[in-house]
């Protein structure tokens, strides 16, 4: 992992206290601004171009009934995402974000399409209430997808790196990572995801505890906790995850299942932390676990629970104006102001 620059950083925390305000009255704008500083080696940070990748994949586990859609949404919304109707193409459009969707493994193949990456590992992963979500190979593969995926935003300029995600049953899988990684009972975790009403709530938890019984002797590493519940598109973001601290590219992680791929990232090397900005926090329950493992504090809180990188990329209006106050606003000494006693 590159390491952060701490000298920028320090540079960047005495400007913050000489700005004409009291220190620390920016709040979290104050924190996202020094952080960025560390990343990009400078006192004065700045997003210039943003770049987004939707990573989709389908489950297995969706056979068991875990989630108020069809498995086949997966695919028919990477179709939205080509054709630009879906939330996060709005919003990419809108902040002039590059955007591409990858298609780690949607249960059929839709490519090819405008703007689609197509790295299909395998027709999505298989159902972890049987059997482990994904072999090495898939794993490997799926984690490279990732990787790749940074490698193009670097090659075009990217300074700041957000990863969506499209899978219907995800938050299954999500909340199962996120129950062994934390060591927290899987019951406070599991989410209505798209939205599943109370006995389908009660179901999909039985169907996740079993699922964890049945892995648990099997999950040592977190290598192993991604092989056995998955899914592609959530190994593919660890990869990007890990890629992005490697290059030294600052990344906005979104929702709970974002979340679950940056603890995976986190678990397998802690140095990524200082690369991550957290950018919303969703509805979802076992979101708020990672947040408290990895001591973050999400940007928004706007009740959002759609995934895509929506969350993420609505946060980049807020980090663009943090940067704006950190170089624009004015001294003390240069405005006349007094300063504190
Ligand atoms: O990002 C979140 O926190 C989030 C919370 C709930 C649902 N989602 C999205 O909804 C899908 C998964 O929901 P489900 O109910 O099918 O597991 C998947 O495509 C996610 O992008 C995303
Ligand atoms: C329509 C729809 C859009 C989504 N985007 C991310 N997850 C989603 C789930 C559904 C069901």
Redesign the pocket.
């Known amino acids: 992992m590159k390491p952060i620059d701490t000298i920028s950083m320090e540079l960047a925390q005495q400007r913050q206290n000489s700005l004409t305000k009291p220190p620390g009255s920016l709040g979290q704008l104050e924190a996202i601004a020094i952080q960025l500083a560390a990343c990009q080696g400078t006192s004065c940070p700045q997003i210039k171009q943003p770049w987004i990748s939707v990573f989709a994949a389908d489950h297995g586990i969706t056979e068991e009934g875990?989630?108020?859609?069809p498995a086949v949404v997966?695919q028919e919304m990477v179709k939205n995402f080509s054709a630009g109707g879906a939330a996060i193409t709005v919003i990419s459009k809108q902040e002039k974000a590059y955007f591409e969707v990858v298609d780690v493994g949607v249960f059929n193949d839709v490519s090819p399409l405008p703007n689609l990456v197509s790295e299909r590992v395998a027709p999505g992963s298989f159902n972890f209430a049987q059997q482990p979500a994904m072999n090495q190979t898939m794993l490997a593969q799926a984690m490279q997808v990732g990787k790749n995926a940074v490698a193009r935003a670097l090659s075009k300029g990217a300074d700041l790196f957000i990863a969506g995600?499209?899978?219907?049953?995800?938050?299954?899988s999500a909340a199962v990572i996120i129950s062994q990684l934390c060591q927290l009972p899987l019951a406070n975790l599991v989410?209505r995801?798209?939205g599943?009403n109370d006995e389908q709530l009660l179901h999909k938890y039985k169907v996740l505890k079993a699922a964890l019984n049945l892995h648990q002797a099997d999950m040592q590493t977190p290598e192993d906790v991604l092989r056995c519940i998955g899914g592609l598109e959530i190994a593919a973001l660890t990869g990007a995850y890990l890629e992005c601290a490697r290059e030294g590219l600052p990344m906005v992680v979104?929702?709970?299942?974002?979340c679950a791929a940056a603890l995976l990232a986190y678990e397998m090397q802690p140095a990524v932390k200082p690369w991550m900005l957290f950018g919303h926090q969703?509805?979802?329950p076992a979101?708020q676990a990672v947040f408290k493992h990895i001591d973050v504090t999400p940007i928004l809180d706007l009740e959002m629970?759609?995934?895509?990188g929506s969350?993420a990329a609505m946060a980049l209006p807020i980090i663009r104006l943090a940067c704006a106050l950190h170089a624009n606003m004015a001294t003390f000494e240069e405005a006349q102001v007094s300063d504190a006693h």
């Open positions: 875990v989630s108020a859609f997966t995600e499209m899978g219907i049953g995800n938050t299954s989410g995801g798209t599943v979104d929702g709970v299942i974002a969703s509805i979802e979101q629970r759609l995934g895509e969350g």
